[in-house]
């Protein structure tokens, strides 16, 4: 209650001063007139800076806005260029495993066939250090069937020589025969020894020789005589038929000039052939 009254004598005591409502118009005419100067003469300058400030922001805005795109433009594409290279990288990598593969299985195939080869190769040197251990025999059993033969001629010799310091009764010439001879070849068969140059035969025969006997002139001249010896027999063989012409064939084309052993494996295929 004491404040309302309070109030209440605040506002009788202020209608009650006529001056005081004499001042309000006058306050509101200052406040127009000071509003009235501030428009015109500050506005202007204020608006148009407000304005310039407002085009600069938008265009740095749009710039802004510009950059990003052009940004996400650009990422767009490199995630594009990634993905393509990255699926090309996958098919090359794909191709690459397949290509691994089957590289592995070819290396698993030529691993099979080196070692097949390797047990053949081992089989044919053995079976060659047979033959070659055979023929050495052979040759060591001629030597020996040689020199026996030389002291049997020597015996013979002696013999002779011992018989002719004692007169001896007229011996009867014995009839010499003609030894048979082979026909080298028959009908449309020939024997291929028959196609042998003879100089190059003696001139090969002579060098291997050498080339197996260097510094032993004894076993060379007793290769060369040996070697001869198979030649001219081989010359003289009756080649009459495809198996016998094609067993020489192949026993010259596998020693060459090594007649000895051609004589040798064609006879041992002939004799297999025949029983």
Do not use: H
């Not at 066939?113 to 059993?141: G, I, P, R, W, Y």
């Amino acid at each position: 209650m004491s404040r309302q009254r309070e109030q209440k004598g605040f506002f009788k005591t202020l209608f009650s001063k006529w001056w005081a409502w004499a001042l309000v118009p006058a306050a509101c005419i200052a406040l127009i007139l000071t509003a009235l100067i501030i428009s015109i003469v500050l506005t202007p300058e204020s608006v148009e800076e407000v304005t310039s400030q407002k085009v600069e922001v938008q265009e740095k805005l749009d710039k802004s806005e510009a950059k990003l795109k052009k940004a996400e433009s650009s990422s767009n594409d490199k995630k594009e260029a990634t993905k393509k290279e990255s699926k090309t990288l996958e098919n090359k990598l794909a191709k690459s495993e397949s290509n691994l593969k089957e590289t592995k299985g070819d290396l698993k195939e030529t691993e099979v066939k080196l070692n097949s080869a390797n047990a053949k190769v081992t089989e044919l040197t053995k079976q060659l250090k047979e033959a070659n251990d055979q023929v050495a025999k052979a040759k060591d059993e001629v030597k020996t069937a040689n020199a026996k033969a030389e002291e049997a001629k020597a015996e013979t010799e002696k013999a002779l020589a011992q018989a002719k310091e004692t007169p001896a009764p007229a011996k009867e010439e014995p009839v010499k025969e003609e030894p048979k001879k082979e026909t080298p070849s028959s009908g449309s068969f020939r024997n291929p020894i028959l196609d042998l140059n003879p100089s190059n035969v003696a001139s090969t025969i002579k060098s291997n020789a050498e080339q197996r006997w260097k510094d032993d002139y004894q076993m060379q001249d007793y290769e060369v005589q040996q070697q001869t010896s198979a030649y001219n027999q081989l010359k003289n063989v009756a080649v009459d038929s495809e198996v016998k012409q094609t067993q020489m064939e192949n026993a010259l084309s596998r020693w060459g000039y090594d007649f000895e052993m051609v004589q040798y494996e064609y006879n041992e295929q002939m004799n297999a052939y025949n029983n």
